[in-house]
């Protein structure tokens, strides 16, 4: 029981000191301490994203939430949720992939954030290789409920060219 224990306490050092590593190379600026939080968001989506838990998706919008990506209408918290609903149903036979976030910017003043950088969508290929079929800038804005709750409420994406990230 006792090893057990330790053995524990083992990996939620480990897995603390990660998550501490991967704030430390994070872009965060402004209020270093408020950008974390606005980092936390990203993660707790992208989890949630993966287990296509539709609930936990939306819970990091806020219900005023405009999501506009270039060349299609505008979307709201409704539309997106729809969305969402949809393509969980059809990923669940197809294994859609997964979204990753490459930030390129995390900044928080006072109740307003955002988070600039690529948003990726990432497949595993029959052979096991990673294909990334899908790239596009975004930003989201944040803004604050409480003494800690971000709520993505602007979104603005449009697809990278091929061209952007060519060798």
């Known amino acids: 029981m006792k090893s057990a224990l330790l053995a524990a306490l083992f990996c939620l050092?480990?897995?603390e000191a990660a998550a501490t590593e991967e704030l430390r190379q994070l872009p965060l600026l402004g209020d270093e301490q408020k950008a974390g939080q606005v980092w936390g968001v990203v993660t707790r989506w992208t989890e949630a994203y993966d287990k296509r838990d539709l609930k936990g998706v939306m819970a990091t919008f806020d219900p005023d939430e405009v999501f506009s990506f270039y060349g299609t209408p505008s979307q709201s918290y409704a539309d997106l949720e729809s969305?969402?609903?949809?393509?969980f149903a059809k990923d669940r036979a197809a294994a859609g992939g997964r979204w990753a976030t490459l930030a390129e910017e995390v900044y928080a003043e006072g109740k307003t954030a955002f988070v600039r950088g690529i948003a990726e969508r990432q497949v595993k290929a029959a052979d096991g290789s990673v294909k990334v079929p899908e790239r596009n800038r975004c930003i989201d804005i944040y803004r604050l409920h409480g003494a800690s709750d971000w709520k993505i409420f602007r979104t603005m994406c449009y697809p990278e060219s091929k061209a952007?990230?060519?060798p």
Do not use: N
């Open 13 to 15: 050092t480990v897995l």
């Open 164 to 166: 952007d990230h060519a």
């Open 83 to 87: 969305g969402y609903r949809s393509a």
